[in-house]
C-alpha cells in the first residue's frame, strides 16, 4: 500500500466516527499546546530576570561602608565613614581586575522646578558611573570628568523626576533647585523601571560626587564605592582584591572585621535566574502528563476500532493482505490522530502564548526549534500509543476474524 493510499484509507477510517476521533485529538492538542505555551511562559520569565541582572551593571562591584562594633554594640551598614574618594582611587590603581571605579554618595532630596517639586533620590558620582551601570542618556550628554573636578552645578535625571517636574516640556538646560543648589540639567537617562526589589530606578537625579560632598551633604566620606570588573566571571576575585587594598588601608588586624562590605546583588537574580528555570522544567513536565494522557486516550481508540473492524481485517487478509500492511494500516491511522493533534496543539499553543504574554505585558519568545520539536514528540506519541493495537490487529487469526459477529 502506497503512502497516498494509505492516507486516505485512514482518514477515511477516521471520519466514520467523527467526534470519537476529535475527543481522541483534543487530548493531543490541549498537551501540545500546554508545552508549548509553559515553554513559552518560562523562557518570557528568564528573560526579565536576565534584563534585572543586566540592569545591576556592568560586572557590578558594589563596595558597601559598613559598620564596627562600638562598646560591644554593633552599627549598621554605613553606620561608619569608612570609605573616601582616596579608598575608589587606590581601588582604581591597585586591582588589575577592575576596570572602572566611581564613588557613590547618595540620599533623598528635594528638587524644585518653577511651581514644581519633587522629593526623589540623589546620587554623586562620576561619570564613569553610567558605564558601570550600563545606563545610556535619552536625551543630552552627561557631564565629564571636568565637571567633577569644577564641582560643577550641573545633573542628570531619571524619567520619573522628569515626568513630575517638566511634563511634556523639554528639561535640557533647563535650571532646577536640588536643595536650594541650582543645577542645570544636561541630560536625561533612559528609563530601566523597577528594580528586583520592587524600587523605582528612574527616581533619581544624578549629580558630580563633588558636588554633592562639598554643596550638598557637606560630608567628606562616601556610601558606596561602585565598579566594573573585566568579566562576569572575575566578579568575586576582584571584590576580594578590594577587600584586601581597603583592609590595608583602614589598618586593620587580622582579627579585626571589615569596616565595610562587598555586596553580590547577582547572587540573587542568579537565584531567582535557577528558580525561574526549575518551575519551567516542573511546569512541563506537569503538561506532559497531558500527552500521557492523550496518548492512552489514542490507544484506547485504536483498540475499539481493532474490535469493531474484526470482520474487516478478516476479509482483508482473506484476499491477501500482509500482517505489515494491516499494522501499518492501523499505524497510520493512530499517527494521523497524533499529527492533527499535534499541529491543532502548535497553532493553539503560539494564540495561547501571546495572549498570556499581553495579559502580563511580557514580551513573548516562541523558538521554532521548540514548536518543530512538539510536532515530532505528536508524532512519536502516535507510534508509541498505536503500536500496540496495530500488532494486535495483525495478529488476529483470519478464520476467526471472519467468523466474528
Partial sequence: MNHKALLGSALQALLRNPMRSLLTILGITIGIAAVICVVAIGKAGQTRVQEQMNNLGDNLVWVEAGGRAVNGVRTGTHGVPSLTVADAQAIAHQVPLITRVSPNVDGSIQVVYGNQNWYTH?????PSFFDIKRWPTASGAIFTND???????????????????????????????????????????????????????????VLPYTTVMKKISGNDWLDDILCSAVSQTAVRLA????????????????????????????????AQMEASHTMTMLL?????????VGGIGIMNVMLVSVTERT???????????TDDAIQLQFLGESVMLSLVGGGAGVVLGIVASFTVGQALGWPMQLSAEGIVLAALFSAAVGVFFGYYPARKASRLDPIEALRYE
Fill in 122 to 126: 540623589f546620587r554623586g558620582v562620576a
Fill in 239 to 270: 571584590g576580594d582584591q578590594a577587600a584586601a587594598v581597603l583592609r590595608d588601608r583602614h589598618h586593620l588586624r587580622g582579627d579585626e572585621e571589615d569596616d565595610f562590605n562587598i555586596r553580590h546583588p547577582e547572587d540573587v537574580i542568579q
Fill in 147 to 205: 565637571d567633577v573636578d569644577r564641582s560643577a552645578d550641573v545633573c542628570v535625571i531619571g524619567r520619573t523626576v522628569r515626568d513630575q517636574l517638566f511634563g511634556a516640556e523639554d528639561p535640557l538646560s533647563k535650571v532646577v533647585r536640588v536643595n536650594g543648589l541650582p543645577c542645570r540639567v544636561v541630560a536625561t537617562l533612559q528609563p530601566k523601571g523597577l528594580s528586583a526589589s520592587g524600587q523605582d530606578q528612574d527616581d533619581l537625579i
Fill in 311 to 321: 470482520r474487516e481485517i478478516g476479509v482483508r487478509v482473506a484476499v491477501g493482505a
Fill in 284 to 292: 512541563v513536565a506537569i503538561a506532559s502528563i497531558s500527552l500521557l
